[in-house]
């Protein structure tokens, strides 16, 4: 809703405030103070050094930051891949069809993920396909987590397309393969890089269904994260978290570059 006046602005703003700040910014400064903080005395941090990243940018918190990236950027790509083809599968399916394949996609996310985890780990860990104990598993766990997200995004943009443009190309004589890559696959590509981004950051911080999967040779950064405050350096653990935010950020601002730059082609 469009505030007009000056007072009724400020009342928005102060309102979003007192919001904003408790509920989302707090817990993050709290964080990242807590990386800094050779001591935590009273309600404040103490004792400032930058120690804590030393220990958070090589090692094996170096080699669990690149885990994430290589399983993030792969369980992205999948998902967006399965979630972009199943979308246009669903957008050519009469409503009944298009009902079940929106259940099934969503049925992942509809139950904890550390369910999701150990139907995998289940259902990977016997003959014919043994997977148990590798990345590959860490990854299709991710995969399924995230593949919702993709096919919803896709679903929802593909609803929005005008006919119009797919209606001329094939009156002039284009093929089904030509009008969808290059027609309806360019002006998709918005929508595809922002669920590319969301499917990034999702699997990024994903905790539950890892724990569960993931060998000892594959660890990613939010597990190293769980294991430094579980054994009780919180301080070394808020530097890794401050990490694993910092790439995921960095990582969505590149997506959202090349998403503004696919909107204005």
Not at 28 to 50: D, E, K, N, Q, R
Not at 144 to 166: C, G, H, K, N
Request: proline share 6%; glycine share 8%.
């Amino acid at each position: 809703m469009l505030v007009h006046s000056r007072t009724g602005k400020w009342t928005t703003w102060g309102l979003f405030a007192v919001l904003f700040l408790p509920l989302f910014a707090l817990p993050l400064l709290v964080i990242l103070a807590a990386s800094f903080a050779g001591h935590w005395s009273g309600a404040f941090p103490s004792g400032f050094t930058g120690e804590h990243y030393q220990s958070a940018v090589r090692g094996e918190s170096l080699q669990a930051l690149t885990t994430s990236l290589v399983t993030a950027l792969s369980a992205s790509l999948l998902a967006l891949t399965v979630g972009t083809w199943a979308a246009l599968a669903a957008a050519a399916l009469k409503k009944g069809g298009r009902r079940f394949l929106d259940g099934l996609f969503m049925l992942p996310v509809a139950v904890p993920s550390v369910v999701v985890g150990l139907s995998v780990l289940v259902a990977f860990s016997k003959p014919p396909v043994i997977l148990n104990g590798t990345s590959t598993i860490v990854i299709l766990a991710h995969t399924i987590l995230v593949t919702a997200f993709a096919y919803q995004s896709v679903s929802a943009a593909i609803l929005r397309l005008d006919p119009m443009y797919e209606q001329a190309a094939a009156s002039l004589g284009a093929r089904p393969a030509y009008v969808l890559w290059r027609v309806k696959l360019p002006l998709l590509l918005p929508s595809l890089t922002a669920a590319a981004g969301l499917c990034f950051a999702l699997s990024m911080g994903e905790l539950s269904a890892t724990m569960m999967l993931y060998p000892p040779d594959w660890t990613p950064l939010p597990v190293q994260i769980f294991a430094a405050t579980d054994r009780g350096s919180l301080f070394t653990g808020a530097a890794v978290s401050v990490v694993l935010m910092g790439t995921t950020l960095l990582v969505l601002f590149a997506v959202s570059r090349i998403r503004n730059r696919a909107s204005f082609r």
